[in-house]
């Protein structure tokens, strides 16, 4: 998050039930409820207007931020290593009831600019994903593949291009 301030982005980070201090067992419900309160307090408490804000989701952090986008007026949504569904990550056949995430059935519905990085050589969440994603995006889109990475080595290796793709998509959001 370091890096995000200290190329000019304002940072509101957000822990899951289950995850850092935040106590409890991290479900996909309490996870979408949880992003819905910190937006809710973004906006109620720290008077943030909703076009200001952009939801940014890594990986995991994908599904909450796609379920925020596809229900809440929003400024903008950037996914980062995100997958299309959690269970696609480890199969290709989507298992309903079962398809936890389902970031692929959602994205479609997102109104906002979206903005989707995803490096050519991952083998957790693997480029197919992001491309997927990008192409079920029906209005504004922009994308950044990143050559020679991964999963978690991406911001090291896309170096300048990535704090430029960013600064390209959120000066042009209204």
Request: proline fraction near 5%; charge should be neutral.
């Amino acid at each position: 998050m370091l890096d995000f301030q200290r190329n000019g982005y304002a940072v509101f980070a957000v822990e899951y039930p289950g995850y850092g201090l935040n106590k409890g067992t991290p479900t996909e419900t309490g996870i979408y409820a949880t992003t819905k309160i910190a937006l809710k307090y973004k906006q109620e408490t720290l008077v943030v207007s909703p076009k200001s804000i952009i939801a940014y989701g890594r990986s995991l952090g994908g599904g909450s931020a796609v379920a925020l986008a596809a229900q809440e007026s929003i400024g903008g949504l950037i996914l980062e290593s995100a997958f299309t569904s959690a269970f696609r990550v480890v199969t290709r056949v989507r298992l309903l009831p079962f398809d936890k995430f389902d970031n692929l059935g959602k994205i479609s519905t997102v109104k906002c600019p979206v903005l989707v990085i995803h490096g050519e050589d991952g083998r957790i969440v693997p480029l197919a994903h992001g491309k997927s994603l990008y192409e079920a995006i029906p209005n504004r889109k922009q994308e950044l593949w990143v050559k020679f990475t991964g999963h978690n080595d991406l911001l090291d290796w896309a170096g300048p291009s990535y704090w430029e793709s960013l600064s390209e998509f959120t000066q042009g959001l209204d």
